[in-house]
């Protein structure tokens, strides 16, 4: 309870997490839902509203209420049914609490799939709803539609599933574009001297610089060990993952295949090219 009190509530200026209550081994603490919004704007923006719980998508909006403000605009990092899958509801809840009539809030994603209106959200895109300015960046890996938010007058990096508050993320596409992804955003917070990582998971990360370091680390540490695992005869995921995830909870291995998958994959894809 400790824990998800720190998480729920934390952010900067701008930025608020009200943290889903899915908690389970994938979610870790649970999803965290993002209310951001420029001091004295009467306008938010809410990113990844959450799974389809009722009672968190009530509560977000109740949170915004009790700060004086509507909902302007839904953004989601990714597609994935735990931030994703409550949006329609939440933009729905969202617009008659805003007494907003013939429609819902706007919802943006790069995946038109999850679209609510007519724009979706692309590399470049910058957000200013409500006075706000919020940049976007593809950063694919975790997922091929995987998106992240910068928050420059907070110097905050909002990462979705690419950078997890603890732990690491799964790699659901492919892993030459997630370690591009991690390379590219390690680049981006030294040039923009980023001070915080808000992730979708998860507590907050006040050295990001430290924390991209231990993620490009620890997926090159792991990779090194799934070569090894082939070379000792290894040839599926599940056998790979039987060796280098011996020491890791059975209920995670489904998870961690998928992770072994694309690195296997990444492998191959290396090996064909020299």
Not at 41 to 50: F, L, N, Y
Not at 190 to 196: D, G, L, N, S, Y
Not at 212 to 218: F, G, R, T
């Amino acid at each position: 309870m400790d824990e998800m009190s720190e998480i729920d509530g934390m952010g900067t200026e701008r930025a608020t997490c009200v943290l889903a209550p899915n908690p389970s081994p994938m979610t870790l603490d649970g999803t965290n839902t993002w209310i951001v919004a420029e001091p004295g704007s009467e306008e938010t923006v809410v990113i990844d509203p959450g799974p389809k719980d009722g009672k968190h998508l009530e509560r977000v909006v109740r949170t915004v209420a009790s700060q004086g403000r509507r909902v302007g605009l839904v953004l989601l990092t990714h597609g994935h049914p735990d931030h994703a899958a409550g949006a329609k509801r939440f933009a729905e809840l969202a617009a008659e609490a805003a007494g907003r009539r013939g429609g819902a809030v706007p919802v943006r994603a790069l995946d038109l799939r999850h679209r609510l209106g007519d724009e979706g959200l692309a590399e470049g895109d910058v957000v200013t709803t409500g006075g706000l300015e919020l940049r976007v960046l593809e950063t694919p890996g975790h997922s091929n539609d995987s998106l992240t938010f910068w928050l420059p007058a907070d110097r905050a990096v909002l990462t979705g599933d690419t950078v997890l508050g603890y732990g690491s993320t799964v790699v659901e596409g492919r892993l030459g574009d997630y370690l591009a992804s991690l390379d590219r955003l390690r680049a981006f917070a030294e040039a923009r001297e980023a001070a915080t990582i808000l992730p979708g998971h998860g507590p907050r990360l006040d050295d990001p610089i430290a924390a991209l370091d231990h993620y490009i680390s620890h997926r090159r540490e792991r990779l090194a060990q799934v070569e090894a695992a082939v070379a000792a005869g290894a040839r599926t995921a599940r056998e790979v993952v039987e060796r280098v995830y011996a020491d890791v909870d059975r209920s995670l291995w489904p998870a961690a295949e998928w992770s072994v998958q694309a690195q296997l994959d990444y492998l191959n894809e290396r090996s064909a090219s020299t």
